[in-house]
């Protein structure tokens, strides 16, 4: 096993590697900076990125859809700093994101990242969100708010992932894909936009099918996204957000022994098959969105309704077979000031309020098929949350910026099950997060510092008693932290760079870990206290002669201060299993006047522990990929056939580490080198 050292890096270290930093980029900034063309509105308040005293990534329609494979989000976010991504090819475990060590418990679905799709919550009062219905074929932008941002969201908030969907164009298009590729890989999609009048529109519908890499993986899933925008006047509009998805099968391979991955990367684990482990899931979205502009200010109101219809098959007996129909609804209100404030002084304050309704039941399993109902009941979660953020000009080279958020959530539960006893019930929790940030701007610099305080309560599924009775885990506390940053950025049209350092002091951190009468089912415990540091840099640079480079590097040392777990052991001082010391991005990219466009990339994992005890070690890895593509204009149509290369040097890494898995079945073995082809049409008729 290998042992790491404890490296600690004091204010003043860090200060003086962000303030050698500035020499490198200084020649470059005398040209037009572009930080404040880039306007970013996860923050709650509009704001350019010269102006956010924050870590922010923005991700481009090119990066997102050209020549990608689109299996996952994690392909168009590879190079956002601080973010670390597994397990691209498990469709029923779904994508497993990290931000600043936020997310890793998960097992399933996405913790402590706040997910809005178009202004819409995908993330429900709980905590817990998806991302098997995001529509990348239509998506334009994705803002990412790298850092805890419970001031600004409440539950859930390690970070905010902000999804924009194309609105519609002046000039009508119809565009038309199809791709395909090894292990089944087969995708076809539809998509229109356009304008009519006050009116614009984007509608566009999906098909995806993969046979997977390793056995008993299969998915199948259908997508239709559409975005409307009416303006009633020239101040007032109205957007109505429509998602339909319909996933009838995902295949859950399940985490395998390091002898059963030497004997056989694409085998399944045996009970996975036996007892047909995976799930499928249909699910609608629709939101509506007034926006009212006026001098005095800007009166913003949504609306949302989920339908979700899930079931769920794990690999044992007792219980193993899992449907939860779901109705997820909720508003919010927010009015940014505008002319009535003095100049240098922005305010916008708002509330929310969201519920989400689960109906649960559990049958056993029998060999795939439901069995005697075991477990019933109803779980409603309450969240309401109201919260003000303002923004102050001292001067041309200083702005200081301040929030504050109140959020109250309820979980109740109604035993519905009375055989084993009634286990109903109800648990509040209520937290207040403040924040506040300083940013210094010289030249086209900019320094910035910020602390704020976060909370994350378990998810409804967290909350589960290990006993596998009904109701509560009445031992689970929610997670509180303490965050603090201090960062560089500059940038123009041509490069772009930033530093920033982080330190974050947990309390009742949430982890994971395995029963062996429950394998595959995961339960959490809290760590006592735990702590969080370290440094992410980006670099951008993009020539005149169409080459362009994107690095980004991310150093984090996240361990446990003070913690005994559940079966006694004091791992106090342990790293957080599931999460590298060291992770990163290289890429390099070339767009000719020919409409000729390649990208060249290597994603970088470093060594990584897979459980609390710290007695298992995975491997680093670096897996490198191809993407070419050429567009040929021809009037009023144009096409764009494209190429990928996955796994281009066939590396032999995990796309997902199981934590504390019980039987040492942490690993899910990722595919060798494939292929993908596709092409684009798009035909503009008054092109």
Same mark, same amino acid.
């Given at each position: ?8 890096? =004091? ?77 691209? $090819? ?77 609105? #519609? ?64 006047? +020239? ?60 001098? =005095? ?52 304050? #708002? ?5 989400? +309704? ?58 519905? $099950?009375?055989?084993?006893?009634? +286990?109903?019930?109800?648990? +509040? ?37 290990? *006993? ?13 932290? *303490? ?57 951008? !640079? ?12 991310? !150093?984090?040392?996240?361990?446990? *201060? ?74 009023? !149509? ?50």
């Amino acid at each position: 096993m290998q042992h790491y050292r404890q490296i600690s890096f =004091p204010p003043g270290r860090v200060l003086k590697l962000l303030l050698l930093t500035i020499p490198l980029t200084y020649a470059a900034a005398e040209e037009q900076a572009t930080l404040d063309e880039i306007v970013v509105s996860a923050t709650r308040i509009e704001t350019s990125v010269r102006d956010a005293a924050r870590s922010i990534s923005v991700i481009n329609k090119e990066q997102i859809q050209n020549a990608t494979q689109q299996l996952g989000i994690d392909e168009a976010l590879a190079s956002v700093p601080g973010l670390y991504m597994q397990n691209r $090819y498990n469709f029923t475990q779904d994508l497993r994101l990290s931000l600043r060590g936020f997310g890793s418990r998960s097992s399933f679905g996405i913790r402590g990242i706040k997910v809005m799709v178009d202004g819409i919550p995908e993330t429900l009062p709980d905590g817990q969100a998806q991302v098997d219905n995001i529509d990348l074929g239509s998506a334009e932008r994705i803002e990412v708010l790298r850092g805890p941002a419970s001031t600004q969201y409440g539950n859930a908030s390690g970070g905010v992932i902000a999804i924009t969907s194309e609105a #519609g164009t002046a000039e009508p298009y119809v565009e038309g894909a199809t791709a395909a590729g090894e292990f089944g890989y087969r995708r076809l999609q539809l998509k229109t936009g356009g304008r009519f009048e006050r009116l614009d529109y984007m509608v566009n519908v999906s098909q995806q099918d993969f046979d997977g890499y390793r056995e008993h993986s299969r998915f199948e899933g259908k997508l239709a996204n559409a975005r409307l925008g009416y303006a009633l006047n +020239d101040s007032d509009s109205l957007k109505l957000v429509f998602n339909h998805t319909d996933q009838p099968i995902a295949q859950d391979p399940g985490g395998i022994s390091a002898a059963d991955v030497a004997a056989d990367r694409r085998a399944a684990r045996n009970l996975n098959v036996q007892f047909d482990g995976g799930e499928s899931l249909d699910q609608q979205r629709v939101g509506l969105v007034y926006e009212r502009v006026r001098d =005095p200010g800007t009166l913003t109101v949504r609306n949302h309704y989920v339908w979700r219809d899930f079931k769920n098959k794990l690999p044992f007996v007792s219980g193993g077979s899992v449907g939860i129909s779901r109705f997820f609804y909720g508003a919010g209100v927010q009015y940014a000031f505008g002319d009535i404030l003095p100049e240098a002084f922005e305010l916008s304050a #708002g509330a929310e309020a969201e519920r989400q +309704d689960d109906d649960r039941q559990r049958f056993d399993n029998n060999d795939g098929e439901p069995g005697a109902l075991v477990f019933d009941q109803n779980e409603q979660v309450d969240s309401t949350g109201a919260y003000m953020h303002a923004r102050y000009h001292l001067s041309d080279a200083w702005t200081m910026s301040a929030g504050i958020r109140y959020d109250q959530i309820t979980f109740d539960i109604s035993d519905r $099950y009375l055989a084993d006893g009634d +286990d109903s019930g109800s648990i +509040d929790f209520n937290h207040v997060s403040p924040s506040l940030g300083l940013n210094y701007k010289f030249g086209e610099h900019v320094l910035f510092a910020s602390y704020s305080n976060s909370f994350e309560t378990p998810t409804t599924t967290e909350l589960a008693n290990p *006993d596998a009775s009904g109701g509560f885990n009445p031992l689970l506390e929610p997670q509180v932290a *303490d965050n603090f940053e201090l960062g560089y950025k500059t940038g123009n049209e041509q490069v772009y760079f930033e530093i920033a350092a982080f330190q974050i002091e947990l309390e009742d951190e949430l982890v994971p870990f395995e029963l062996a009468a429950f394998p595959g089912r995961t339960f959490y415990s809290n760590v006592g206290r735990s702590d969080r540091r370290g440094i992410e840099t980006a670099f951008t !640079w993009n020539g005149e002669s169409g080459f362009g480079v994107n690095l980004s590097y991310t !150093w984090s040392d996240f361990r446990f *201060d003070e913690f005994t777990d559940e079966n006694g052991n004091d791992l106090s001082g342990n790293n957080l299993p599931g999460l590298p010391e060291h992770f990163g991005y290289g890429s390099l990219s070339w767009v000719s006047g020919q409409g000729l466009y390649a990208v060249f990339e290597t994603v970088y994992s470093g060594e990584l522990f897979a459980s609390n005890a710290n007695d298992v070690v995975v491997d680093n890895y670096a897996v490198s990929n191809l993407r070419v593509s050429r567009e040929f204009d021809q009037g009023t !149509w144009s096409v764009r056939p494209y190429l990928g290369l996955n796994n281009l040097f066939n590396a032999r890494y995990n796309s997902n580490i199981r934590i504390n898995a019980f039987g040492n079945r942490f690993y899910e073995p990722a595919p060798e080198r494939n292929v993908y082809l596709g092409v684009v049409v798009n035909f503009e008729p008054q092109g």
